[in-house]
């Protein structure tokens, strides 16, 4: 069992749809990252978390940090938001290095 | 703003070849990371080094060796390569901070190599 998984692995949407990306840990954590990559492969962070609550443009992301459980959320989604989404942990406390999900592919379709 | 930069972008290789990835930051980051990225699988780090001069093995550093050779570069080598070594890899750098996770990771574009 991985530490980080997320759900769904694969999801197709219409533009404009709500879309919600899970992702559940297994241990404390001190940070959360969530990462984009898309097609052409480059990884981008979008987001880190503590605690709370983040939104960026139509992206939100928010943690849960008693039920070990992060949510991504893209408002109005639009074809250029297809690309795989990599939620990221740094697992215990203290560890700088990052425990990774198999990531998440998003497509959406115009 | 380059960022992280890795090279080269694609390699193939046969068994038993070497090579080196290279890695290189201007963020004036401590932190320098090398990811393996394989299909169904999350990244997984081979290494990292937390400063100039210090590095460490991660997850799967069987078949790797690195070198922080200052603080803007960071090297990946395999020795003796192997079909099971074929992979995406990333370089990504960070400055921590005092709590050693308040900053995110800058990734490189990836280094996609095929080894026959």
């Known amino acids: 069992k991985n530490e980080v998984e997320q759900s769904p692995q694969n999801l197709t949407a219409q533009e404009g749809e709500f879309i919600t990306i899970n992702c559940s840990y297994s241990?404390?954590?001190?940070?959360l990252h969530w990462l984009q990559q898309h097609p052409g492969g480059g990884i981008v962070s979008l987001f880190m978390?503590?605690?709370g609550k983040k939104k960026h443009g139509r992206l939100i992301a928010t943690i849960n940090i008693q039920e070990k459980h992060s949510s991504l959320h893209i408002t109005a989604s639009h074809p250029r938001d297809s690309a795989v989404y990599i939620c990221?942990?740094?697992?215990?406390?203290?560890?700088?290095?990052?425990?990774f999900g198999t990531g998440t592919r998003l497509t959406i379709i115009p | 703003n380059a960022g992280v930069t890795q090279t080269p972008k694609f390699q193939v290789l046969k068994t038993g070849q070497s090579m080196t990835l290279q890695c290189a930051q201007d963020?004036?980051?401590?932190?320098m990371y090398w990811y393996r990225q394989d299909p169904g699988m999350g990244l997984r780090l081979i290494y990292y080094?937390?400063?100039?001069?210090?590095?460490d093995k991660g997850e799967v550093p069987n078949g790797y060796n690195v070198s922080r050779l200052n603080k803007r570069e960071f090297s990946l080598r395999l020795e003796s390569a192997a079909p099971s070594q074929t992979s995406v890899y990333f370089c990504?750098?960070?400055?921590?901070?005092?709590?050693?996770?308040?900053?995110?990771?800058?990734f490189g574009d990836g280094t996609r190599l095929s080894i026959l």
């Open positions: 990504a750098s960070s400055d921590p901070g005092a709590r050693r996770v308040d900053q995110p990771q800058h």
């Open positions: 241990v404390g954590i001190s940070a």
């Open positions: 978390l503590s605690s």
């Open positions: 990221a942990a740094h697992l215990n406390f203290g560890n700088e290095k990052l425990t």
């Open positions: 963020m004036n980051h401590n932190s």
């Open positions: 080094s937390a400063s100039e001069g210090t590095t």
